[in-house]
């Protein structure tokens, strides 16, 4: 790239803060997220280090702008495929096998940004509540399918409630909607615990932890994900795998 141009870019679409996050997340998968630094994207693009502060002061602001591009994209590919799903008169549990397929194609297609925001947590760096929002997207397509589900009646009551005290957070109950009633009470205990194996499989997945286990990692994940709404009474039917 040539030295000036980050500085003479005029197109509305590809903006200078476009083309060092492009730089930038080329370089999550060069370097890794905790190597990353304006002066490294910098050298990659071929412009001065001036250029990049002038757009992103320190590495902390573009790690977050990163943060929340990778959030939003994947978030956005769920909401998509449960769209699609949900418009075709999907059950919750196809809608469920739909969006959990859509944020695996996603996590395959950008191993660097998808390691930024579920690996190792970068060293120095902590995330902003300018985060949230976007990291919200996920948990609340997946919250979106259970309500749907509970409303519909295609959900199985749990055999074992969780023991004790309710052991949500205010904006857990807010996400999902409110409260559920009895014998769903813990419904949204058990999403999270849906949520946490979607991501841990992912993770798994991407850092090729299956890959010698099983013969068809993609057959693996869609019955991964049906075992695991088992947990919340929610059944996913079986369905050729098209990946």
Not at 205 to 210: E, K, N, P, Y
């Given at each position: 790239m040539d030295v000036s141009a980050i500085s003479s870019i005029e197109d509305d679409d590809i903006t200078p803060a476009v083309v060092i996050k492009d730089i930038a997340r080329q370089q999550l998968v060069e370097l890794g997220a905790a190597a990353l630094s304006l002066d490294t994207v910098a050298r990659a693009g071929g412009f001065p280090l001036a250029d990049v502060e002038a757009v992103f002061p320190h590495r902390d602001a573009l790690l977050t702008a990163l943060v929340i591009d990778a959030?939003?994209?994947?978030?956005?590919a769920m909401e998509q495929a449960d769209g699609t799903a949900t418009k075709a008169g999907a059950s919750g549990g196809a809608r469920l096998l739909a969006v959990t397929r859509a944020l695996r194609r996603w996590s395959f297609d950008n191993p660097g940004e998808f390691t930024l925001i579920y690996g190792s947590p970068v060293p120095g760096y902590h995330a902003p509540q300018d985060t949230v929002p976007s990291a919200s997207r996920t948990p609340a397509v997946l919250a979106g399918i259970v309500r749907a589900a509970l409303e519909a009646g295609e959900l199985t009551p749990p055999r074992r409630p969780v023991p004790g005290p309710p052991l949500l957070l205010p904006e857990a109950l807010q996400l999902f909607g409110g409260a559920p009633q009895a014998p769903f009470s813990d419904?949204?205990?058990?999403g999270i615990v849906l949520w946490s194996?979607?991501?841990g499989l992912l993770v798994f997945?991407?850092?090729?932890?299956?890959h010698d286990s099983v013969r068809d990692e993609a057959a693996f994940f869609d019955y991964a994900i049906a075992v695991a709404a088992e947990s919340i009474g929610l059944e996913v039917p079986p369905a050729e795998h098209t990946d």
């Open positions: 959030y939003d994209a994947s978030g956005e419904i949204v205990e058990r194996n979607l991501i997945q991407v850092f090729s932890r299956t």
